[in-house]
């Protein structure tokens, strides 16, 4: 049976309108008994940003409810959104937060701490990546079902899984920050766990950024360079004869010499001074 995208839906879970007060429906949950997702996908948080979030919580409160469920008989409480706002009022020393309960399956548990996380922008790529793929793995979802679900195109889920195929040194850089997404991208055209590793060594040690890393990865590959032309230095023949016709001439002059020629490039900075050149070409 076809279920509707949560990407839409999570509004109906979260209330998002701002108010002094927490929205209707809520209620206040002792701490103690909420206990995290197991399928939540975020894996770290920013500590002075939970720190921001502990204060602002402390002076106004809790603006917006927590989304909890509850299995029957159970008399503790599962967070399905909000982990930071509990981890925050935990700082706080806040004893109940309000909360809304919704009876919810695993998977639309995990869908919904996943949507919430990525709506936040909250989610480093590999977390994200875990996630789509726990969606596939676990719910048997096509990566065209799972984009359907968070908002993304098929092909940004495709390549965020990707991320997980990359060695453990490059995911670790990763989550660290140390390079980026696209750095990461980059490095899977490569066919080999030590080719990309030596690519990853040569992007930290030369801070190299996306498009230079692109460049890399595929001279490593085999790829033939795009043409460059780098000027070489002159040698002290081509140099003296420059020197000369500038004393010839009174004005700049750049000698490219080839093995089959070359070109004479003669400079003027005023009509005046073309009109001289030409005067004395004439003679």
């Known amino acids: 049976m076809a279920r509707r995208g949560l990407g839409k839906g999570l509004d109906a879970l979260i209330p998002v309108e701002v108010s002094a007060e927490p929205a209707a429906g809520a209620q206040q949950i002792p701490i103690g008994l909420i206990k995290p997702n197991p399928s939540q996908p975020r894996l770290e948080m920013d500590l002075s940003k939970l720190e921001e ?17 509850k299995e029957p008989d159970q008399e503790e409480f599962i967070l399905i ?35 919430e996380n990525i709506q936040r922008e909250n989610l480093t790529p590999l977390e994200s990546a875990e996630a789509y793929q726990q969606l596939n793995d676990e719910f048997n ?16 889920v495709t390549n965020t899984i990707r991320l997980l195929k990359l060695p453990e040194a490059a995911r670790r850089a990763i989550s660290n ?19 990309q590793l030596a690519a ?13 890393t692109e460049e ?7 790829e033939k360079p795009a043409v460059e032309h780098t000027k070489l230095p002159k040698d002290s023949a081509v140099k003296e004869i420059e020197n000369n016709l500038r004393s010839i001439l009174g004005t700049k002059v750049t000698l490219n010499h080839g093995k ?15 009109e001289a050149l030409v005067q004395r070409f004439n003679h």
Not at 92 to 102: D, Q, T
Not at 201 to 212: A, C, D, G, K, M
Not at 216 to 222: E, H, M, N, P, Y
């Open 53 to 69: 979030l502990s204060n602002s919580i402390r002076e106004h409160g809790i603006i917006q409810p927590l989304i909890l469920t």
């Open 81 to 115: 959104a909000g982990e930071r706002r509990l981890r925050a009022a935990k700082l706080a020393g806040l004893e109940s937060v309000p909360a809304i309960v919704r009876q919810v399956s695993d998977q639309e548990r995990l869908e919904l701490a996943l949507i």
């Open 141 to 156: 979802l096509s990566h065209d079902q799972i984009a359907e679900r968070v908002g993304k195109s098929r092909t940004a």
């Open 177 to 195: 920050g140390k390079i980026s997404e696209g750095h990461g991208r980059a490095l899977l055209s490569l066919s080999s766990d030590k080719a």
């Open 200 to 212: 990853l060594q040569t992007i930290l040690s030369h801070e190299l950024n996306v498009r230079q």
């Open 216 to 222: 890399l990865v595929r001279k490593l590959a085999g």
């Open 260 to 274: 089959k020629g070359g070109t004479l490039v003669i400079h003027y900075y005023s009509d005046e001074e073309l």
